[in-house]
């Protein structure tokens, strides 16, 4: 079984830079085609994607994010990161790491989530 775990600072500042590790447990990275996505849900609005890396190292940026947004992936460690640069308070939101097994496939997989809040 394949298990997702966030991990993270809570409290960022503005103009900082949030990084966010997700580690992936029961399965490997690189296996599987699968794809893994970052995405966020801020407070009282919907989920946004921000990226993915696929099992493979190719990347991905949402148009709205790609400027400010990096990921990457640590094959000996079984991670993935997320770099968001330039904070503000508008980045507030649940950070999730999510699974996609395929690239026409439905998310199968979710992280429990991370709180960031953007704020001096």
């Known amino acids: 079984q394949v298990q997702l775990q966030e991990s993270g600072p809570g409290l960022v500042k503005p103009s900082q830079t949030l990084s966010l590790t997700c580690t992936v447990s029961g399965g490997s990275i690189t296996a599987s085609r699968a794809y893994w996505n970052w995405v966020r849900q801020p407070p009282g609005k919907g989920l946004e994607c921000i990226a993915y890396?696929?099992?493979?190292?190719?990347?991905y940026y949402s148009p709205s994010l790609k400027s400010r947004a990096s990921v990457s992936r640590d094959t000996s460690r079984n991670h993935i990161t997320l770099h968001l640069s330039s904070v503000t308070p508008e980045d507030t939101a649940v950070y999730y790491c999510v699974r996609q097994p395929g690239v026409l496939a439905p998310f199968d997989n979710w992280g429990q989530g991370t709180q960031v809040t953007v704020s001096s």
């Open positions: 890396i696929t099992y493979s190292g190719t990347t």
